[in-house]
């Protein structure tokens, strides 16, 4: 899986969550919700949508990024909605 550092985050972020929790969350659990603003939760699941979807591009990861902080819709919050959210609503160009 391709691992991308914290210097590819554009949109601010806080750092207060443990790195290796982050990291560890498996698939797209429907009972954990995602804080967008926690810069290491929003690394390891963008990182973990891309490599389901075959994807690796760092531009891609950042329109995933600004896409999840500027657009998501106000309810949608555990893993899984947002996995599902992304899917109907992130085109590649």
């Known amino acids: 899986m391709i691992s ?4 590819v985050l554009r949109l601010s972020a806080k750092w207060t969550k443990n790195e290796e929790v982050c990291r560890n969350i498996s ?3 429907d ?4 804080d ?8 390891h699941f963008i990182t973990r949508y891309m490599a389901c979807r075959g994807w690796g591009s760092e531009i891609t990861f950042q ?9 998501l819709p106000f309810g949608v919050r555990s893993h899984k909605d947002v996995k599902d959210w992304l899917d109907k609503n992130f085109r590649i160009a």
């Open 31 to 34: 009972a954990m919700q995602l």
């Open 63 to 71: 329109n995933i990024e600004t896409l999840i902080k500027t657009r």
């Open 4 to 7: 991308f550092p914290t210097t």
């Open 36 to 43: 967008v603003n926690e810069g290491y939760e929003v690394i």
């Open 27 to 29: 698939g797209f659990p």
